[in-house]
């Protein structure tokens, strides 16, 4: 009986990303927390808490909201296309 499950991965997945795709792909989600931080520290610039008078664009157009959605965009449309372009110019040149 053998006790080892563990196997080696291949070259292609053990593979590290460069410091610059790692700092472009953790953009985003640290835009998006500093805008979850932002909320929680000052919940009182989150007129949705106390609706009381506000038209519907103050309560959706809120700037902490604004921050999270703008790290969550960057994340889809500009960090993914971004890094497979680079991981495409990687795999090229070596």
Do not use: C, K, N
Not at 36 to 61: D, E, K, M
């Amino acid at each position: 009986m053998q006790g080892s499950y563990a196997h080696r991965l291949p070259a292609s997945r053990t593979r590290r990303r460069s410091p610059r795709a790692q700092v472009i792909s953790l953009l985003g989600p640290f835009t998006a927390a500093g805008g979850v931080i932002w909320a929680v520290i000052q919940p009182y610039r989150l007129t949705l808490l106390h609706p009381h008078g506000q038209g519907f664009w103050w309560l959706v157009v809120e700037p902490p909201l604004l921050v999270v959605l703008a790290g969550i965009v960057f994340t889809v449309v500009v960090a993914r296309p971004l890094l497979a372009d680079l991981e495409a110019h990687d795999a090229s040149t070596g």
